[in-house]
C-alpha cells in the first residue's frame, strides 16, 4: 500500500513536473514568436521621415507666407528691374503656394487661380543683398468680387534685421493689375 502510494505520488511529481515544463516551454515560444513579429514589423517599417525644420517667417511678415522661397516660383530668371520707374523697385522673384498641378494641370497655366492662393513677390533693393519688400496677393472667395476677389498688401523694411511695416494696399494696387485682369490680375505667368 506504502510503495503505492509512493508510487502514485511519484508519478504525480512527474507529471506536475512535466506540466510546468510544458507550459514553460510554451511560454517560452509564445515569446519568441512575438518578438519574431515585432521583429518583421519593424523590419517592413519604413524610417521615420525626420519632420521638416519649420521655417519662421520673416520678421513684421503674417505667418501664412513663412517658408514662402520653397514654394513654387512662376519666373525662371530673376526679374529684373523695370527701367524708369519699378512699382516694385529691385530684383523680383514671384512664388505660389499652389503645386505645378495645380496651376497648370495639363503643362499650360490655367486661370483664374483657385481659391486660397497666396503669390507673394520679393525684391532684392538696387545694390542691396537682401529682401527689402514683400508685395502679397491672397485669392480669398468673397472678399473683393471687383478684383477677382483678391486682397493685395505691400510690406518693406530697410535693414536686413528691421521688421517688414505696412506701406500700400488694396486701392493703390489695383490701377495697374487691372491691365491684366484676363490673366487674373498676376502679371507674372509661369514659365
Ligand atoms: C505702377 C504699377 C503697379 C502698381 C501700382 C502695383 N503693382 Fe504689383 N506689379 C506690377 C508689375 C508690372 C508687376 C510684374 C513684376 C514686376 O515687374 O515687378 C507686379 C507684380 C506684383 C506681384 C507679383 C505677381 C504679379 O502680378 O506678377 C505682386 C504680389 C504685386 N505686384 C502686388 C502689388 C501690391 C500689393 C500692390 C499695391 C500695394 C501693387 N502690386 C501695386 C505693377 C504694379
Request: overall charge negative.
Amino acid at each position: 500500500m506504502k510503495t503505492y502510494t509512493q508510487n502514485l505520488l511519484s508519478c504525480l511529481a512527474i507529471i506536475l513536473t512535466s506540466c510546468l515544463l510544458l507550459s514553460a516551454c510554451a511560454e517560452k515560444q509564445l515569446e519568441e514568436l512575438i518578438e519574431q513579429q515585432e521583429e518583421t514589423e519593424t523590419g517592413t517599417t519604413e524610417e521615420p521621415t525626420k519632420p521638416e525644420e519649420p521655417v519662421a517667417a520673416l520678421p513684421g511678415l503674417p505667418d501664412d507666407v513663412a517658408g514662402y522661397t520653397q514654394w513654387l516660383k512662376l519666373n525662371a530668371e530673376p526679374i529684373p528691374p523695370v527701367p524708369g520707374g519699378d512699382p516694385h523697385n529691385g530684383t523680383k522673384n514671384v512664388y505660389v503656394n499652389k503645386t505645378l498641378e495645380d496651376i497648370a494641370p495639363n503643362g499650360e497655366q490655367q486661370f483664374p487661380y483657385p481659391d486660397g492662393s497666396i503669390v507673394i513677390k520679393e525684391a532684392y533693393r538696387p545694390d542691396k543683398d537682401f529682401v527689402g519688400l514683400i508685395a502679397i496677393m491672397r485669392k480669398k472667395a468673397g472678399v473683393d468680387p471687383d478684383h477677382n476677389d483678391w486682397e493685395f498688401i505691400e510690406y518693406v523694411r530697410n535693414a536686413s534685421d528691421a521688421e517688414f511695416r505696412v506701406i500700400a494696399r488694396d486701392g493703390v494696387c489695383w490701377g495697374c493689375h487691372a491691365q491684366v485682369e484676363d490673366i487674373d490680375y498676376v502679371f507674372t505667368e509661369l514659365d
